[in-house]
């Protein structure tokens, strides 16, 4: 997982998913596996937005 500061508040907690073959059915493929994308918002209520898939959680 690779986290870094966006904003003064905010990270980027994402993974990358390196077997990642095909996603939402047949519709989509990829030979490079694909990123999961989360954000960390460090407020007054901490905010998980876009939370990664399961295996990386």
């Known amino acids: 997982m690779a986290v870094f500061k966006v904003l003064p508040d905010i990270w980027s907690v994402g993974v990358v998913d390196w077997d990642v073959r095909s996603f939402h059915g ?22 998980l937005v876009d939370t990664v898939h399961r295996p990386f959680a």
């Open 26 to 47: 047949p519709s989509y493929s990829t030979h490079r596996g694909t990123t999961y994308n989360a954000y960390l918002i460090m407020d007054e209520k901490k905010t």
